[in-house]
């Protein structure tokens, strides 16, 4: 009989299916559970300090519910100017953030944590991107919302989609823009000893 496949150890704390999709890039088996931790920021919070708070609670949430299992989590945001998008609320938020953000620089911020089997944190960044929209146009912000993309994305657009599309310039690591900042999340995997080197 063939060897069973050993349970994986690593837990994806994320509903998100781009993070599901870039986490197998790695090669590296593990099993997804959601957190579903409620993402408000606090008055006092930078938008640094907010994105990693909710990575942070993302983690410990599952870790609580899975002990023994290793625990990545992550979240991003898109800030203008120290204000926060996350995820639009519904077609008239989603038009008035990416009319906000035509033509102008912002960040896209993904925090991760990396919580090893005793629910001790061995790795927490926050990775930061830069984008720049090209001035839209109302029927091309239109146009856009009728794709669907941006109604569970932070800052209303995919940039791995037709968002795309709607951006000028990039500078930084595009998977962080995508939700997952793949070459630090990799490292931080290596060096626990979860992917080898």
């Known amino acids: 009989m063939p060897p069973e496949h050993p349970i994986p150890r690593l837990i994806l704390a994320s509903a998100s299916p781009r993070r599901r999709e870039m986490l197998q890039q790695t090669s590296l088996r593990f099993r997804v559970i959601p957190s579903h931790t409620e993402e408000t920021r606090r008055r006092e919070e930078t938008a640094q300090t907010y994105v990693a708070r909710i990575a942070a609670e993302k983690a410990r949430a599952v870790a609580e519910r899975q002990p023994g299992f290793w625990v990545l989590a992550a979240d991003t945001i898109v800030v203008l100017e120290g204000q926060v998008f996350g995820k639009p609320t519904d077609l008239d938020n989603a038009r008035q953030i990416l009319t906000t953000l035509s033509g102008?620089?912002?960040?896209?911020?993904?925090?991760?944590?990396?919580?090893?089997?005793?629910?001790?944190?061995?790795?927490?960044?926050?990775?930061?991107?830069q984008v720049t929209f090209k001035e839209l146009s109302a029927s091309e912000v239109t146009a856009y919302l009728a794709t669907g993309e941006p109604f569970d994305k932070a800052g209303a657009y995919a940039f791995q989609g037709k968002g795309r599309d709607l951006i000028a310039q990039v500078s930084g690591s595009h998977s962080n823009i995508i939700g997952l900042p793949l070459d630090e999340v990799t490292a931080a995997l290596r060096a626990v000893g979860l992917l080898s080197a």
């Open 104 to 129: 102008r620089p912002h960040q896209v911020m993904t925090a991760f944590v990396l919580l090893d089997t005793a629910g001790k944190t061995t790795a927490a960044e926050v990775v930061t991107s």
